[in-house]
T-cell receptor, first 115, second 115 residues
Framework: AQSVTQPDIHITVSEGASLELRCNYS??????LFWYVQSPGQGLQLLLK??????LVQGIKGFEAEFKRSQSSFNLRKPSVHWSDAAEYFC?????????????FGTGTRLQVTL | GAGVSQSPSNKVTEKGKDVELRCDPI?????LYWYRQSLGQGLEFLIY????????KSGLPSDRFSAERTGGSVSTLTIQRTQQEDSAVYLC?????????????FGPGTRLTVL
């Protein structure tokens, strides 16, 4: 069965510092990969996704993620964090077959940004 | 345009009572998902509707949980004889088509507390 591991439950960074959130997955084949952000009281918003091709994908709000097949990882990065980035971040995987639709989510990483 | 809306935003109920949670998807979206987000856990897939096809109910945790989608639009998630372990945030998402290739847009969720 597929699974997603986000090993860091909580991360604190200073504003302006770089950020990397880790995500490892277990899947039978190369899945589709996603990062979502959830701000307090809000629904989840898609930050970026990987389907195929270039393994470094760019997303909204200055985020990027790199797919590393050999490590089964899809880590999220941002060069300079802003206070508004404080939120919970979820990595998810989904099947790369056309009609299957279930996403499997990690348990999330809560990001705190200090000023 | 309007996003996915859910009501109520908060629901407090007593153990053993039935509850109904409502989801209004984005107009024109044919796919609708329900997820459950429990404290310290990731999002757990519950059920998926796609057009007029039979729903994928594989994520429903027990027969106390059911959902319907009327007229291919509004969906209601019903939990009968609620238990304290049902306390969670229930998230609805809609998507323009089948398959995870189509982005899922999430509502703000309904926070259910079972006393």
């Amino acid at each position: 069965a597929q699974s997603v591991t986000q090993p860091d439950i909580h991360i604190t960074v200073s504003e302006g510092a770089s950020l990397e959130l880790r995500c490892n997955y277990s899947y039978g084949a190369t899945p589709y990969l996603f990062w979502y952000v959830q701000s307090p009281g809000q629904g989840l918003q898609l930050l970026l996704k990987y389907f195929s091709g270039d393994t470094l994908v760019q997303g909204i709000k200055g985020f990027e993620a790199e797919f590393k097949r050999s490590q089964s990882s899809f880590n999220l990065r941002k060069p300079s964090v802003h206070w508004s980035d404080a939120a919970e971040y979820f990595c998810a995987v989904g099947p790369n077959t056309g009609t299957a639709s279930k996403l499997t989510f990690g348990t999330g990483t809560r990001l705190q940004v200090t000023l | 345009g309007a996003g996915v809306s859910q009501s109520p935003s908060n629901k407090v109920t007593e153990k053993g009572k039935d509850v109904e949670l409502r989801c209004d998807p984005i107009s024109g979206h044919t796919a609708l998902y329900w997820y459950r987000q429990s404290l310290g856990q990731g999002l757990e897939f519950l059920i998926y509707f796609q057009g007029n096809s039979a729903p994928d109910k594989s994520g429903l945790p027990s027969d106390r949980f059911s959902a319907e989608r009327t007229g291919g639009s509004v969906s209601t998630l019903t939990i009968q004889r609620t238990q304290q372990e049902d306390s969670a945030v229930y998230l609805c998402a809609s998507s323009p088509g089948r398959g995870v290739y189509n982005e899922q847009f999430f509502g703000p969720g309904t926070r259910l507390t079972v006393l």
